[in-house]
Every structure is written in structure tokens, then in C-alpha cells.
């Protein structure tokens, strides 16, 4: 540990800072991947809109805010592993530190991109049984005459079939006839109709 502090002290000032941001961001970073792996991510991103500090926290929508803890890890992964590598290639340091900074706004946009295209393969996985209507389905259980029982039909919705209790006020109808949905009764039987 000794020889770990030397070194530390032995660097330029602004190597220490360039050093100091990476290992302890990358470090915040490789947790926050681990937890997230884990499932367990989701009450470690500190957004400064719940601690109610502004509610103009720039909200980019979708739940990603601009200043939440993984954006700035993020930035000051950037930040300090940018300012490391042009060290000893950019002689002028306020260009360093300009180039380190741009650096970590480039990791900041690649975090919301990649966030946002995640975002978008997220699916609900909710029907809203109203959706039938209208539709054509196949019975699967038959369906007794006038409303006198329920059978129920397979329908196709969003990629994915479902059984959905069914009725009809006509003649008995058979497994297997193809037919239409009329209209929803009580919130989730269909009535249906050859």
C-alpha cells in the first residue's frame, strides 16, 4: 500500500486528479455493472429530482435525467481515463482538460443512447382485452347455445395467442369454427358470432 501512495505522490498534479477520477469512478462503475447484472440496480441510481433539489433537473425523458449517479460515473470515467492517455501526447493543459471533458460528455451521450435503445425493447406484456373486438379467433372449447355456458376462443393479440372466455346468443358453435368477436361482456367474456 505503501508503494501505491508513493506512486500517487510522486505524479504531477494533474495526473492526480486524472488518476483519482478514474479509479474511483471505474471502480463506482464496475459495482453499479455487478449490481446490475444482479437485478439489484434499481435503487442505487441517486436522481436529484427525488431529493427534491430542482425540479428543472433536465429531464430527458424516459426516467433518464441528466444529472442522475450513473451519468456522472460515466463522465468522470471519461473525464479521467481521457486525461490519462493525452497526458503525455498534449503539452497545453487547459487543453487536456477541455479534451478530457468532451471526453466525458461522450461517454454521458453513449450512456443515454445505449440506455434509450434498451429502453425500447422493454415490452408491457399487458392486453387490453378490448383490443378483440372486431377480431377473428378460433373456438377452443366449444360454445353452448343463447348464453346458456361459456366455451372459449384462442386469439391472436400483439404476436401472442390467448384463451378468452366466450359466448354466443346463436346456435351451439364447435371447436375448432373460425369466428368473429362481437363485442366484451362484464370486462372479460367475449360474445361471439359465426
Known amino acids: 500500500m505503501e508503494e501505491l501512495s ?13 488518476w483519482g477520477c478514474a479509479i474511483v469512478s471505474s471502480l463506482i462503475f464496475l459495482v453499479q455493472a455487478a449490481l446490475t ?15 427534491n433539489v430542482d425540479s428543472g433537473t433536465m429531464d ?9 449517479m450513473r451519468s456522472l460515473v460515466n463522465f468522470f470515467v471519461g473525464f479521467g481515463w481521457a486525461g490519462i ?20 460528455i461522450g461517454f454521458v451521450w453513449l450512456y443515454f443512447f445505449i440506455r434509450r435503445q434498451t429502453k425500447r425493447l422493454e ?9 378483440c373486438v372486431g377480431k ?9 347455445a343463447r348464453g346458456s355456458g361459456q366455451g372459449k376462443v384462442q386469439i391472436s393479440l400483439h404476436g401472442s395467442v390467448h384463451e378468452i372466455a366466450a359466448v ?18 362484464d370486462g372479460n367474456v367475449l360474445k361471439v358470432g359465426i
Open 85 to 104: 492517455s493525452f497526458y503525455s501526447w498534449v503539452s497545453q493543459k487547459w487543453l487536456l482538460y477541455l479534451i478530457a471533458v468532451l471526453v466525458g
Open 168 to 185: 354466443t346468443d346463436g346456435e351451439e358453435i364447435a371447436s375448432g369454427t373460425h369466428v368473429r368477436v362481437l363485442e366484451l361482456i
Open 6 to 18: 508513493n506512486w500517487f505522490s510522486s505524479l504531477d498534479g494533474t495526473l492526480q486528479v486524472f
Open 37 to 51: 447484472l444482479l437485478g439489484m440496480d434499481h435503487d442505487l441510481d441517486f436522481d436529484f429530482d427525488a431529493a
Open 136 to 144: 377473428q379467433c378460433d373456438v377452443y372449447l366449444r360454445i353452448p
Open 60 to 68: 430527458l425523458g424516459g426516467g433518464l435525467s441528466l444529472f442522475s
Open 123 to 131: 415490452s408491457d406484456g399487458t392486453v387490453d382485452i378490448k383490443e
